[in-house]
């Protein structure tokens, strides 16, 4: 399978626990997106990088939450202490440079106790 | 596996029909368009996408068609299936300083009848 990877699927944390997240996007895509997807909603954007720069964060993406991409390949999202509203599934897409489409990973379910 | 369409609009078709599904979108800058289909414990997938210079586009059984005037836009899916069971979302995309990030509708959940 050659698409987007996620890894966990699934993690389940204590509240105040860090936990960290993995993308791997689809070979030689340079953009990467991290979205939060909660029941019943849409995702919604957190962040993007083009290759290794992180070139756009939303406002929902507090100071407990961190996302890099140093090699501009794979790319990790940290949650520090997190909190009972953190639950949520995280996604990732990634899409080539010239094109707006995005392709999505299968997503890690986080639930934190 | 997890339900993603809890508490979303539901539109129930017998299978064979034809599906209508609408969106209503927010930016009248957005230039891009895109709906996804999201099978529940799994990420969003691309369907068909069109730009803001054009009406209508089709694809596979899919159509999509959008009026700017009024914002809105809408999937069509002919002879539905039952592995057309699934929540889609509108997505609209305002091209901004070389980026895009994407803005997703509420969804709506298609149940196909057997």
């Known amino acids: 399978d050659t698409g987007v990877s996620q890894d966990p699927r699934h993690k389940i944390t204590k509240r105040g626990q860090n936990v960290t997240f993995r993308c791997d996007p689809i070979?030689?895509?340079?953009?990467l997106y991290w979205y939060r997807q909660t029941l019943g909603q849409g995702p919604e954007f957190l962040t993007y990088?083009?290759?290794?720069?992180?070139?756009?964060k939303s406002r929902l993406l507090s100071d407990r939450f961190s996302a890099e991409r140093p090699k501009g390949s794979f790319s990790t999202l940290e949650i520090q202490r997190t909190e009972q509203g953190d639950s949520a599934m995280y996604l990732c897409?990634?899409?080539?440079?010239?094109?707006?489409?995005?392709?999505f990973g299968p997503g890690t379910r986080l639930t934190v106790l | 596996g997890e339900s993603v369409g809890l508490h979303l609009p539901t539109l129930s078709v017998q299978e064979g029909d034809n599906s209508i599904i609408n969106c209503a979108y927010s930016?009248?800058?957005?230039?891009?368009f895109i709906w996804y289909k999201q099978e529940s414990g799994k990420g969003p997938q691309f369907i068909i996408d069109i730009r803001s210079n054009m009406d209508k586009r089709q694809g596979q059984r899919v159509t999509v068609l959008l009026n700017k005037t009024v914002k809105h836009l809408s999937l069509q899916i002919a002879a539905t299936q039952p592995g057309d069971s699934a929540v889609y979302f509108c997505?609209?995309?305002?091209?901004?300083?070389?980026?895009?990030?994407?803005?997703f509708g509420t969804g709506t959940k298609l149940q196909v009848i057997p």
């Open positions: 930016n009248s800058a957005s230039d891009y």
């Open positions: 997505a609209e995309i305002p091209y901004s300083g070389g980026y895009q990030k994407v803005t």
């Open positions: 070979s030689e895509h340079n953009r």
């Open positions: 897409a990634s899409g080539p440079g010239g094109t707006d489409t995005q392709y």
């Open positions: 990088f083009q290759n290794e720069a992180q070139l756009e």
